[in-house]
């Protein structure tokens, strides 16, 4: 079912330079800068939120009480884990009350990512980033930026539907199949690809994120 379109629209800005960015930030270059104006979804959603070795500041302004070891993460590596009701604990009044500390993972936290891969961030308990990516708006001031936004698009329906032509398991929530289309969208800037099977699509799309995670 098509989802409704929203009553307001938010400026994403160019898709091409956004998609370099984050494609930096994914190898841990460059933080994302996102215009979040005061949406306030990623704090309210019900997400845990990753504490590295050098977020430092952060930690010393958290509450222990709030912080977890962070099984399958590394060594150091913590998690602040959310309120029962969704909302992270370090939110008050509606606004985060360590903002000028958070730590790196909520610089790095774009939702725009959803929108360029298409697709909402989650279900119910994620209702206002999905309001939120339902309202980005990018544009396309040179036609690469258009057609780069389609292979993004493409890549993540491709891994997304086509999960029984990957050898290995992939990514099957809507972050992990977003980060996993803006690693490998080339494959999909490729018009050839029309003419591949589903299994030489896949290994090339594998491939490319191979590739990616080695380029750091």
Same mark, same amino acid.
């Given at each position: 079912?098509?989802?409704?379109?929203?009553? &307001?629209?938010?400026?994403?800005?160019? !898709? %091409?330079?956004?998609?370099?960015?984050?494609?930096? %930030?994914?190898?841990? /270059?460059?933080?994302?800068?996102?215009?979040?104006? #005061?949406?306030?979804?990623?704090? +309210? &959603?019900?997400?845990?939120?990753?504490?590295?070795? $050098?977020?430092?500041?952060?930690?010393?302004?958290?509450?222990?009480?709030? *912080?977890?070891?962070?099984?399958? !993460?590394?060594?150091?590596?913590?998690? +602040?884990?959310?309120?029962?009701?969704?909302?992270?604990?370090?939110? $008050?009044?509606?606004?985060? %009350?360590?903002?000028?500390?958070?730590?790196?993972?909520?610089?790095?936290?774009?939702?725009?990512?959803?929108?360029?891969?298409?697709?909402?961030?989650?279900? @119910?308990? /994620?209702?206002?980033?999905?309001?939120?990516?339902?309202?980005?708006?990018?544009?396309?001031? @040179?036609?690469?930026?258009?057609? $780069?936004?389609?292979?993004?698009?493409?890549?993540?329906?491709?891994?997304? #539907?086509?999960?029984? %032509?990957?050898?290995?398991?992939?990514?099957?929530?809507?972050?992990? *199949?977003?980060?996993?289309?803006? /690693?490998?969208? @080339?494959? !999909?800037?490729?018009?050839? +690809?029309?003419? /591949?099977?589903?299994? $030489?699509?896949?290994?090339?799309?594998?491939?490319?994120?191979?590739?990616? #995670?080695? &380029?750091?």
């Amino acid at each position: 079912m098509a989802q409704p379109l929203p009553e &307001s629209t938010v400026a994403a800005g160019p !898709f %091409s330079a956004w998609l370099r960015r984050m494609r930096r %930030s994914l190898l841990g /270059k460059e933080g994302m800068d996102v215009p979040c104006g #005061d949406c306030v979804g990623c704090c +309210v &959603s019900g997400y845990s939120l990753q504490l590295r070795p $050098e977020d430092q500041r952060a930690a010393a302004r958290i509450p222990a009480t709030f *912080i977890v070891n962070a099984p399958g !993460f590394a060594q150091g590596h913590l998690t +602040v884990r959310p309120l029962s009701s969704g909302l992270c604990p370090m939110l $008050e009044g509606g606004r985060c %009350s360590i903002y000028a500390d958070r730590p790196q993972t909520c610089l790095d936290y774009d939702c725009r990512i959803f929108a360029a891969a298409g697709m909402d961030a989650g279900g @119910e308990d /994620k209702a206002v980033i999905n309001q939120r990516v339902r309202e980005w708006r990018f544009s396309y001031p @040179e036609p690469m930026d258009r057609r $780069e936004h389609e292979a993004v698009r493409a890549a993540a329906a491709f891994i997304r #539907d086509r999960r029984d %032509s990957f050898s290995v398991r992939v990514p099957a929530g809507p972050m992990g *199949i977003a980060v996993f289309a803006i /690693k490998s969208y @080339e494959v !999909f800037l490729d018009p050839a +690809v029309v003419n /591949k099977n589903g299994a $030489e699509v896949a290994r090339a799309v594998l491939e490319a994120v191979r590739n990616f #995670d080695t &380029s750091a």
